[in-house]
């Protein structure tokens, strides 16, 4: 039996020396006042105590396994937002490292400037970045032509977003 000690025979002894013990301190105390009442059951009764504290002792909980993290799945389960999650993953692995940062989170974010750039001022960030660098504001515009040193923080990752916004 997996999850379950057995108990020794220690403990199921317990059942022959320990009931006689409350049962005959409880009949003396009710018998002291008056009250009669039926030792048999009174034993029964804590004969039951004594075996289920003894089995529940028994018992052994097993570790929590958690549920293994399968991106492939929580993009199907979770198909309107696939790509946040995706994106999310990539974020979390280039946290700490500069160059994955700048291949994968710089790259994105010079995609969606230049997009934006291009919807609401009609000038190509690629092809002309002198025209594009009035329209945008200082951060965007060097994050857009240099290569990022390290990874932005979340305040600064909230004040470029903002900035993206306002474009």
Request: with cysteine; charged share 25%; hydrophobic share 50%.
């Amino acid at each position: 039996m997996n999850g379950f000690a057995r108990p020794t025979w220690a403990q199921w002894s317990a059942l022959v020396w320990f009931p006689p013990i409350p049962t005959g301190l409880l009949y003396l105390g009710y018998w002291s006042q008056g009250v009669g009442i039926s030792v048999w059951q009174v034993w029964v009764l804590f004969v039951a105590a004594v075996a289920a504290f003894i089995l529940v002792r028994g018992l052994r909980s097993e570790p929590a396994r958690l549920p293994e993290v399968n991106s492939a799945l929580s993009m199907i389960v979770d198909r309107p937002f696939a790509e946040v999650n995706r994106w999310e993953d990539r974020l979390s692995w280039s946290e700490d490292d500069a160059e994955r940062y700048r291949l994968t989170v710089q790259r994105r974010l010079v995609d969606l400037i230049a997009e934006r750039v291009r919807l609401r001022h009609g000038v190509d960030l690629r092809a002309d970045p002198e025209r594009a660098r009035p329209v945008l504001p200082a951060v965007l515009f060097q994050i857009a032509t240099a290569p990022l040193s390290r990874p932005l923080n979340m305040s600064e990752m909230d004040y470029v977003v903002r900035c993206m916004e306002e474009i």
